[in-house]
């Protein structure tokens, strides 16, 4: 069947709505929702709710990117974790490729793969209930923002009975590697694609991006922990999404810094799954002092743009991350 598309985008004045129509063969996918941004800095923005094509250098509507995610075998939707319309737009996406046919297998980074028992007990007795599917976990231990914000996309998922993945490494080995010990056997490093180490320039620019996400905290021996365990992270999550992908593929709820195609999990999928078409998206907090696309993108000249598609939103906060976070990062002043 043919299909067209017709996108109707409205910014009102206040910033706090966006209409958003996908029709097919002249069926709505969906209602023409109306959605407000929950989080309250920077709803104005000439970006906010915007889409750039990094490629392209250009601007692109939503049905356009859903078309193109479509065709994609693994679709990786970047967050900045504790930024409630991040997760709205994820569950928006999840939504929108169902609409369009596609029955992809959905992985959490927040879930470890020492979860998956119990996602899989919950869902055989409760199969709709999404609610209760984050107490199933034991996620108010997890360190994760509150359930509730990742709640829209579990019900988005359910609703279209598609799979949900446990995809990370277990919390037991990340804290045990984190303190220096490396629990991975040689087989699984060779497996996962730990056995090759990074080139100069990449561990140099990975070891600086973790240490500036840590405010300058921590000593060289600890950012070198932290890059090991986020290699192994990126590596494992990649594993799950490949062996747990559907006939539509797989998407992928996670942190940004982990779907960067540079360093990140898309790295590790075009080792293991050559051949197979990988998308990235950072949704990226609006800054009120910039207001061109380019300049968000975390990256040099040399090495390219780490991401396929930023999707721009209001931010959480007005607060400094590293004054915001500054007790927890004290603990890496003496790390060694």
């Given at each position: 069947m043919?299909?067209?598309?017709?996108?109707?985008?409205i910014a009102?004045?206040?910033?706090?709505?966006?209409?958003?129509?996908?029709?097919?063969?002249?069926?709505a996918?969906?209602a023409?929702?109306?959605?407000s941004?929950q989080?309250p800095?920077?709803?104005?923005?000439?970006?906010?709710?915007?889409?750039?094509?990094?490629?392209?250098?250009?601007?692109i509507?939503?049905?356009t990117?859903?078309?193109?995610?479509a065709?994609?075998d693994?679709?990786?939707l970047g967050?900045k974790?504790d930024?409630?319309?991040?997760?709205?737009l994820?569950a928006?996406a999840?939504?929108?490729?169902?609409?369009?046919?596609?029955r992809?297998a959905?992985?959490f980074?927040?879930f470890?793969?020492?979860d998956a028992d119990a996602?899989?007990k919950?869902?055989?007795?409760?199969?709709?209930?999404a609610?209760?599917l984050?107490?199933a976990?034991?996620?108010?231990?997890?360190?994760?923002p509150?359930?509730a914000?990742?709640?829209?996309?579990?019900?988005?998922?359910?609703?279209?009975?598609?799979?949900?993945?446990?995809?990370?490494?277990?919390?037991?080995?990340?804290?045990?590697?984190?303190?220096?010990g490396?629990?991975?056997?040689?087989?699984?490093?060779?497996d996962?694609?730990?056995?090759r180490?990074l080139?100069?320039?990449?561990?140099a620019?990975?070891?600086?991006d973790?240490?500036?996400s840590?405010?300058?905290?921590g000593?060289a021996?600890?950012?070198h922990?932290?890059?090991?365990?986020?290699r192994a992270?990126?590596?494992?999550?990649a594993?799950?999404l490949i062996?747990?992908?559907?006939?539509?593929g797989?998407i992928?709820?996670?942190?940004?810094g982990?779907?960067?195609s540079d360093?990140?999990i898309?790295?590790y999928?075009t080792?293991?799954a050559?051949g197979?078409?990988?998308?990235?998206?950072?949704?990226?907090?609006?800054?009120d002092?910039?207001?061109?696309p380019?300049?968000?993108?975390?990256?040099?000249a040399?090495?390219?743009a780490?991401?396929?598609?930023?999707w721009?939103?209001p931010r959480i906060d007005?607060e400094?991350?590293?004054?915001?976070?500054?007790?927890?990062l004290?603990?890496?002043?003496?790390?060694?």
């Amino acid at each position: 069947m043919r299909m067209s598309f017709r996108n109707t985008l409205i910014a009102y004045s206040d910033g706090r709505y966006l209409t958003f129509c996908v029709l097919i063969a002249g069926f709505a996918l969906s209602a023409c929702s109306v959605m407000s941004w929950q989080s309250p800095y920077g709803q104005s923005h000439a970006l906010t709710g915007r889409i750039w094509d990094v490629s392209a250098a250009g601007l692109i509507d939503r049905p356009t990117l859903l078309a193109r995610l479509a065709r994609a075998d693994f679709v990786l939707l970047g967050e900045k974790h504790d930024n409630p319309d991040h997760h709205r737009l994820q569950a928006e996406a999840v939504r929108g490729l169902v609409a369009l046919g596609r029955r992809p297998a959905v992985g959490f980074e927040m879930f470890t793969v020492a979860d998956a028992d119990a996602i899989a007990k919950h869902l055989a007795l409760a199969p709709n209930d999404a609610a209760g599917l984050g107490p199933a976990v034991n996620w108010h231990t997890s360190g994760w923002p509150d359930w509730a914000m990742y709640q829209p996309i579990a019900e988005a998922v359910l609703a279209a009975k598609l799979p949900i993945l446990a995809t990370n490494l277990p919390l037991s080995s990340a804290r045990t590697m984190s303190r220096g010990g490396l629990p991975l056997e040689p087989s699984v490093r060779r497996d996962l694609g730990l056995d090759r180490p990074l080139s100069e320039a990449m561990f140099a620019r990975m070891s600086a991006d973790i240490r500036k996400s840590h405010c300058g905290y921590g000593s060289a021996a600890s950012i070198h922990a932290m890059l090991e365990v986020q290699r192994a992270r990126d590596a494992q999550m990649a594993r799950s999404l490949i062996a747990g992908a559907t006939a539509a593929g797989a998407i992928l709820i996670a942190g940004a810094g982990h779907v960067r195609s540079d360093y990140g999990i898309p790295a590790y999928l075009t080792a293991k799954a050559p051949g197979k078409r990988v998308i990235s998206i950072a949704f990226v907090e609006v800054d009120d002092q910039q207001g061109q696309p380019k300049k968000y993108l975390l990256a040099d000249a040399e090495m390219g743009a780490p991401f396929d598609y930023l999707w721009f939103t209001p931010r959480i906060d007005d607060e400094d991350a590293c004054e915001k976070f500054k007790s927890q990062l004290e603990r890496f002043k003496n790390a060694r």
